[in-house]
């Protein structure tokens, strides 16, 4: 034979009390749990995008022309690794000069003639010749030029 | 009859001196005074303070950076521009972000918003630590990779939030360009200096173009330094010691981390560099004041001639720089 339990009034509201209140911590964890995945996967995606940047970059001023057209076509992913793998294989990416530089004071007795770096000499406009004397008088010899100071390479 | 009086000695080469570009001109050259080789030193400094200067509201990147709108901003570039931007990302690139171009909005929160004689300057002189130690607060991310340039005519985009500069390269790319300028149209060979960053161009003089490197280019041949010889290519220097100012009780200067945006603090004052050119040395004196202690390494890597002077003036010499 079944039970049956009847509840006054007063405890009745009681357990209605309990349940609502149970409902409400429910309803805040559950606020609390998707308020804190959003978070998370903010912190994540940020976290990620930090790690590898240059996601977004589309063209490659560096060699925009040399680009075949499958890398083009390739997604950011594929462009990342490419960029990572160039950086551990890529060679020096700025030029020294043809000589090092020396010190001035082994250059300036130096007797060499001019050399060409990037043209050829030029002639008529590079020279003046030294004066001619036109007295058969003996004269000062003519001193050889003072070198000029040289020109300051420094902070700006 | 007296003899005439003998002639003076044939100079060896002239030189020319001016201002422009916030900076010291010199043009170097050999043989008599030729009007040719400084009218086309003049002609590309004027065309690049057209395209790349932040101090002129009219040039191009003035015009780019002040583009209003929540998303990236795209402009038709002239051609001198875009190779000043294309350098820039070359510089980016080779030094693994630390020549930044998109450090714009960074100097002008800085206080670094006008040309630099306005500013209020800081002696040489002065400590490095005057004004209280610099703080970095924040790091930032790069955002150089997102800038695109393609096309002829070149188009520019540059992302939402990032304002061009291109002092770190473009002063150095006019020296290259006013130097090969200067020397086609006077037949001999140049050198160009603009505010230290030396370019030169055709014939070198016997023993080469003598050059003396220092911290500020305005102390004279006879500063602390040291003096060279190149046979080609370009020198530059960068420092720290030079262009500095004060804001808010805090001794600035211009050359900024990109993973801070705040003033350098490393342990070079002053480093100089020899290349193939003026602006390839000007990338590497400045990445390796970015760099810090990993400023040799990546100097002999690159194998490049450098000569760095640490904060306390102990000098370090390597690649191929005399001792």
Redo the contacts between chains.
């Keep these: 034979m079944d039970r049956v339990v009847v509840m006054s009034g007063p405890l009745r509201a009681s357990a209605h009390a309990r349940r609502d209140a149970a409902l409400r911590r429910l309803r805040r964890v559950n606020r609390v749990l998707i308020g804190g995945a959003v978070a998370a996967t903010a912190l994540l995606t940020d976290v990620t995008a930090?790690a590898f940047?240059?996601h977004?970059?589309?063209?490659s001023?560096?060699a925009?022309a040399t680009v075949p057209a499958p890398a083009r076509a390739a997604g950011a992913h594929a462009r990342q690794h490419a960029r990572h793998h160039a950086?551990q294989h890529r060679r020096?990416?700025?030029?020294?000069?043809?000589?090092?530089?020396?010190?001035?004071?082994?250059?300036?007795?130096?007797?060499?003639?001019?050399?060409?770096?990037?043209?050829p000499?030029?002639t008529s406009?590079?020279?003046?010749?030294?004066?001619a004397?036109?007295?058969a008088?003996p004269?000062?010899q003519?001193?050889?030029?003072p070198?000029?100071?040289?020109?300051?390479?420094?902070?700006? | 009859m007296t003899?005439?009086p003998?002639?003076?000695?044939?100079?060896?080469?002239s030189?020319e001196t001016w201002s422009a570009l916030g900076?010291?001109v010199?043009l170097?050259y050999?043989?008599?005074p030729?009007p040719a080789a400084r009218a086309a030193v003049e002609r590309e400094l004027d065309a690049i303070d057209h395209a790349a200067s932040r101090f002129r509201s009219d040039s191009e990147l003035s015009r780019l950076n002040a583009m209003s709108g929540p998303g990236p901003r795209t402009a038709i570039a002239g051609p001198l521009f875009a190779q000043a931007?294309?350098l820039a990302?070359?510089a980016a690139?080779?030094s693994?972000g630390a020549v930044d171009p998109t450090l714009g909005a960074e100097l002008v929160a800085l206080g670094y918003d006008r040309d630099w004689h306005e500013l209020c300057a800081v002696p040489v002189a002065a400590p490095l630590s005057e004004g209280g130690d610099i703080v970095v607060y924040r790091s930032r991310?790069?955002r150089w990779?997102?800038?695109?340039?393609?096309g002829d005519p070149a188009r520019i985009t540059l992302?939402a939030g990032v304002d061009l500069d291109l002092g770190a390269t473009a002063?150095a790319m006019a020296a290259d360009r006013a130097a090969r300028a200067a020397?086609e149209a006077?037949?001999?060979?140049v050198?160009v200096?603009?505010?230290?960053?030396?370019a030169?161009?055709?014939?070198?003089?016997?023993?080469?173009?003598?050059?003396?490197?220092?911290?500020?280019?305005?102390?004279?041949?006879d500063?602390p330094?040291?003096?060279?010889?190149?046979?080609?290519?370009?020198?530059?220097?960068?420092?720290?010691?030079?262009?500095r100012w004060r804001q808010g009780g805090r001794a600035m200067h211009h050359v900024l981390d990109p993973r801070s945006g705040e003033p350098v603090r490393g342990p070079w004052r002053?480093v100089?560099v020899?290349?193939?050119?003026c602006a390839?040395a000007n990338?590497?004196t400045t990445a390796a004041l970015v760099l810090g202690h990993d400023a040799c390494a990546w100097l002999a890597?690159?194998?490049?001639?450098a000569r760095l002077v640490a904060l306390d003036g102990s000098v370090v010499a390597q690649?191929?720089?005399?001792?």
């Design positions: 930090h940047p240059g977004a970059r589309r063209v001023a560096r925009p950086r020096p990416a700025l030029r020294p000069p043809a000589s090092a530089p020396t010190s001035a004071t082994a250059t300036a007795t130096a007797t060499a003639p001019p050399a060409t770096t990037t043209a000499p030029a406009t590079t020279t003046t010749p030294p004066p004397t036109t007295t008088a004269t000062p003519p001193q050889p030029a070198a000029p100071a040289p020109t300051v390479s420094g902070g700006s | 003899p005439p003998a002639a003076p000695p044939a100079a060896p080469g030189t900076t010291t010199v170097r050999e043989g008599p030729n931007v294309r990302i070359h690139d080779a693994d991310r790069p990779e997102e800038i695109e340039i393609a992302p002063k020397h006077a037949g001999v060979g050198l200096s603009l505010g230290g960053d030396i030169t161009h055709g014939t070198r003089p016997a023993g080469g173009w003598t050059i003396h490197v220092t911290d500020d280019h305005r102390a004279g041949p500063a330094g040291q003096t060279i010889a190149i046979q080609s290519g370009g020198v530059a220097t960068s420092s720290i010691v030079t262009r002053t100089s020899a290349a193939a050119t390839e990338i590497a890597e690159q194998g490049l001639p690649g191929g720089w005399p001792r």
